[in-house]
């Protein structure tokens, strides 16, 4: 489970809920003397670069389709209606990739 330095505190609620869960959050660099913790920084820089890929779909899933609100129509359809926005994102976001591969 990744998430960022806001969540590091909650490491007991994390592991209640999904106890097999690798707990993933970046760790508070905090700066001692002055200086940041460099090896700290580098773990953190890790796992933020697995963050920024999935926030990234989010961002495009709330700016292309107005997904900031969700108006509540059922489970099922909520459900499909995000999983469909989320499919489509990840089309979106890989198109120059996809149309360069295309040869006529």
Same mark, same amino acid.
């Given at each position: 489970?990744?998430?960022d330095? *806001?969540?590091?505190?909650?490491?007991?609620l994390?592991?209640?809920k &999904?106890p097999k &869960?690798?707990?993933?959050t970046?760790?508070r *660099?905090?700066?001692?003397?002055?200086?940041v913790?460099? !090896?700290?920084? !580098?773990?953190?820089?890790?796992?933020?670069?697995v963050?920024a890929?999935v926030e990234h779909v989010?961002g495009?899933?709330?700016?292309?389709?107005?997904?900031?609100?969700?108006r509540?129509?059922?489970?099922?359809k909520?459900?499909t209606? !995000?999983?469909? *926005?989320?499919?489509l994102a990840?089309i979106?976001?890989s198109r120059?990739?996809?149309?360069a591969?295309?040869?006529?």
């Amino acid at each position: 489970m990744y998430g960022d330095s *806001a969540y590091s505190g909650q490491r007991e609620l994390i592991q209640s809920k &999904a106890p097999k &869960a690798k707990d993933l959050t970046n760790e508070r *660099a905090g700066r001692r003397g002055g200086e940041v913790d460099e !090896a700290k920084w !580098a773990r953190n820089h890790e796992k933020s670069k697995v963050r920024a890929r999935v926030e990234h779909v989010f961002g495009v899933v709330k700016r292309l389709w107005g997904f900031s609100k969700a108006r509540y129509r059922g489970l099922a359809k909520n459900a499909t209606r !995000a999983f469909t *926005a989320l499919a489509l994102a990840n089309i979106f976001m890989s198109r120059t990739r996809l149309m360069a591969r295309v040869r006529p």
